[in-house]
């Protein structure tokens, strides 16, 4: 819970990185005054701080005709972040998806569609599939670290973009879904893999 509520109070701070960055700046790396260091890769603000924690974040991009992402309409709210949480002692990172508007449906199946690639999808509850944490906020979506390790998390570094689609609304009966198109929250990933290996190379003891 902590780290989601420090990452939802870095959202301004996500912005003014991102929002500098998007105006052509090459990447330069800062230190706050808690010694994180911080740097921007396109698409993607990483942070190093002291105990070995890495984190990688990127703001959803707007939807056609909203407002652009790093200037969201005060009556929208913060946008959809997707992080990825890179832990010490070689434990594989953990990938998770912060929901703007709706939650998602306790029941809604959560599809990873990375360019034209055929979509990998994690179900709830299960194994290899999404969950929430206890202490997580309701709009807080953790991916399987093992198989997104294996699956994800190769196939992000290689895309170009990663749209997530799911549903908001509990299935009322089988097979009521397919007569409601999912919602969908979208994701450069134009700079993810630049900011693994920075943060591979810049944990803080």
């Not at 929208?76 to 990938?95: C, H, K, M």
Request: hydrophobic fraction near 45%; glycine fraction near 8%; aromatic fraction near 8%.
């Amino acid at each position: 819970m902590r780290i989601f509520l420090i990452l939802s109070g870095l959202v301004a701070v996500v912005f003014g990185y991102l929002t500098v960055n998007s105006r052509g700046v090459a990447p330069e790396q800062m230190v706050s005054h808690f010694s994180e260091r911080r740097i921007v890769f396109d698409a993607w603000l990483a942070a190093c701080r002291p105990g070995g924690v890495c984190l990688l974040t990127s703001l959803a991009e707007a939807e056609e005709g909203a407002a652009d992402a790093a200037d969201p309409a005060p009556e929208t709210g913060p946008p959809a972040i997707l992080r990825i949480e890179s832990l010490a002692n070689d434990r594989p990172p953990q990938v998770a998806f912060l929901a703007a508007g709706s939650p998602l449906a306790p029941d809604s199946p959560l599809r990873a569609h990375i360019d034209a690639a055929a979509p990998i999808v994690f179900t709830p509850l299960s194994d290899g599939g999404w969950r929430q944490g206890p202490d997580d906020p309701p709009n807080a979506y953790r991916f399987a670290v093992a198989r997104s390790a294996k699956t994800l998390l190769p196939a992000m570094r290689a895309g170009g973009a990663l749209t997530l689609s799911y549903w908001t609304e509990p299935e009322v009966e089988e097979g009521g879904r397919d007569q409601i198109p999912p919602a969908e929250t979208r994701f450069s990933l134009i700079g993810l893999s630049a900011a693994l290996d920075w943060a591979e190379a810049n944990r803080l003891p």
